[in-house]
């Protein structure tokens, strides 16, 4: 598991600083989950996890930094989903859905974020 988590950090680094090529594909990651805050990694890579097994494809950032930054990393790779995992969402049971194609926003329970993006992921994109 290290040598994934290492690769996988420093390949999205890489990218970030413009040292590797990006695909002529899209990417098939479909919800990126990015970290807010480190303390709040455990239940970040949870939520990530949750998506997964609910069958989304879906990638979270385990180097943090700024907020910014990590939304145009998934604007570039062409992931339409961000979901947001602060502290104002873990104390409400939340989770704030980003759709970086339609530039808006929800908010959804945490037991429902999975048939959520389901639905979403079900619609064209505009």
Known sequence: MGISI??????????????LE???????V???VPQLDA???DQQLALASQLRHGGINTEAVLDGGKLG?????????????????????VSD?????????????FTVPRAEVV???R???AQPQV
């Open 6 to 19: 290492g690769l996988s950090r420093l390949f999205w680094q890489l990218r970030e600083a413009g040292l």
């Open 22 to 28: 990006e695909s002529s594909g899209r990417s098939t």
């Open 30 to 32: 479909q919800v990126l």
């Open 39 to 41: 303390d709040l990694l």
């Open 69 to 89: 930054k990590q939304l145009r990393y998934a604007d570039r790779a062409g992931i339409r989903f961000v979901a947001l995992l602060g502290e104002q969402e």
């Open 93 to 105: 049971d939340t989770v704030t859905i980003k759709d970086l194609c339609r530039q808006d926003q």
């Open 115 to 117: 048939s959520a993006l």
């Open 119 to 121: 639905v979403e992921l």
